[in-house]
């Protein structure tokens, strides 16, 4: 059942990691501090798309 999703994991970690390693230490706005913003934080806690696709195709 998770041997596919390890295989493309493993495929895409490169890439993965540099998508992880591009986004830190930079300042971000999330529209509030006690209050966030979701469409805010759900974009920043989520920074890699290869990530976000193999994911989504689990």
Do not use: C, H, T, W
């Amino acid at each position: 059942m998770f041997a596919p999703f390890a295989e493309r994991l493993g495929a895409d970690e490169e890439k993965i990691v540099g998508e992880l390693n591009g986004v830190q230490g930079n300042p971000i706005e999330l529209g509030g501090y006690y209050f966030v913003d979701k469409a805010k934080a759900d974009s920043v806690m989520r920074p890699s798309p290869a990530f976000n696709d193999a994911l989504s195709s689990f």
